[in-house]
T-cell receptor, first 115, second 111 residues
Framework: KAGVTQTPRYLIKTRGQQVTLSCSPISGHRSVSWYQQTPGQGLQFLFEYFSETQRNKGNFPGRFSGRQFSNSRSEMNVSTLELGDSALYLC??????????????FGPGTRLTVL | DQQVKQNSPSLSVQEGRISILNCDYTNSMFDYFLWYKKYPAEGPTFLISISSIKDKNEDGRFTVFLNKSAKHLSLHIVPSQPGDSAVYFCAATKGADGLTFGKGTHLIIQP
């Protein structure tokens, strides 16, 4: 079974630009979560999508948005990029049964550098 | 304010000995705790978890202990092996919320 894939793996943008990251979950997984990892803050939860609906949201500004398609693939968008947005963005998929916490499977991440 | 804290950025342990990684949390509403392991250039991989109604969970060489009164959990690895060298993240969640992670502890296993 293929794992979680994220594209692109590396990205360089300049301040003020916008960026879209893509995540393909494990086949059959309907939940996709996004996390930001920085050296100073560690791993921080951005949002979770389930069946094309945002189910949970972390404490990030509105410049960070996402969506999920009918095939469970998800995209994350960051508008008006700031230097502080430079980070590793991780996507995780899980099969949510609704009866507790399910194990999340992480992709390799997209390394975003904002110049 | 960080709700999940891993106060040791790094830990060095001799091969064959026990590795103990610690994690503290402040939110008493957390009801599930997880440990993830991360190698460079890879995403975190799930290691072991524990529900707040338990105080111990064991899986092979890995054991997680939960002390709810102290809001503290620890991961024990026995015996430690070279392949265990990685960054270990403690995470917690409540209900259907997203995971709250600590900043990680870099475990180095010395030969």
């Amino acid at each position: 079974k293929a794992g979680v894939t994220q594209t692109p793996r590396y990205l360089i943008k300049t301040r003020g630009q916008q960026v879209t990251l893509s995540c393909s979950p494990i086949s059959g997984h309907r939940s996709v979560s996004w996390y930001q990892q920085t050296p100073g803050q560690g791993l921080q939860f951005l949002f979770e999508y389930f069946s094309e609906t945002q189910r949970n949201k972390g404490n990030f500004p509105g410049r960070f948005s996402g969506r999920q398609f009918s095939n469970s693939r998800s995209e994350m968008n960051v508008s008006t990029l700031e230097l502080g947005d430079s980070a590793l963005y991780l996507c995780a998929s899980s099969f949510r049964t609704g009866t507790g916490v399910d194990e999340q499977f992480f992709g390799p991440g997209t390394r975003l550098t904002v110049l | 304010d960080q709700q999940v804290k891993q106060n040791s950025p790094s830990l060095s342990v001799q091969e064959g000995r026990i590795s103990i990684l610690n994690c503290d949390y402040t939110n008493s509403m957390f009801d599930y705790f997880l440990w993830y392991k991360k190698y460079p250039a890879e995403g975190p991989t799930f290691l072991i978890s524990i529900s707040s109604i338990k105080d111990k969970n064991e899986d092979g060489r890995f054991t997680v202990f939960l002390n709810k009164s102290a809001k503290h959990l620890s991961l024990h690895i026995v015996p430690s092996q070279p392949g265990d060298s990685a960054v270990y993240f403690c995470a917690a969640t409540k209900g259907a919320d997203g995971l709250t992670f600590g900043k990680g502890t870099h475990l180095i296993i010395q030969p």
